[in-house]
Nanobody
Framework: QVQLVESGGGLVQAGGSLRLSCAAS????????MGWFRQAPGKEREFVAA????????YYADSVKGRFTISRDNAKNMLYLQMNSLKPEDTAVYYC?????????????????WGQGTQVTVSS
């Protein structure tokens, strides 16, 4: 079993920055991939970014490319999402997720474990 706990959400003005963290525990993550998704009220959960635990290859949604950076600390089993130049449309609950197999990292069905989410609100 894998436990994921997000932190770092909050209220920020447009143009500001936030750094989300996800603490992973329960088993080793060699071979896993990790991702961030977000869900705004009334909308489907959407892919934000993903990273392979080994090798560190990264993937981003077009809407966040150049503004968000995903990273991980293998030794600490931590996942991060640095969010810069935030926009009101980035407002959502952000979820950390872990995939035990690399199938499709850009859809929720590609992930096996989920955190509880952390709220990010960007004011205009």
């Amino acid at each position: 079993q894998v436990q994921l706990v997000e932190s770092g959400g909050g209220l920020v003005q447009a143009g500001g920055s936030l750094r989300l963290s996800c603490a992973a525990s329960g088993r080793t993550f060699s071979g896993y991939a990790m991702g961030w998704f977000r869900q705004a009220p009334g909308k489907e959960r959407e892919f934000v970014a993903a990273i392979r635990w080994i090798g560190g290859s990264t993937y981003y949604a077009d809407s966040v490319k150049g503004r968000f950076t995903i990273s991980r600390d293998n030794a600490k089993n931590m996942l991060y999402l640095q969010m810069n130049s935030l926009k009101p449309e980035d407002t959502a609950v952000y979820y950390c997720a872990a995939a035990a197999r690399i199938v499709d990292l850009t859809t929720p069905r590609g992930y096996d474990y989920w955190g509880q989410g952390t709220q990010v609100t960007v004011s205009s």
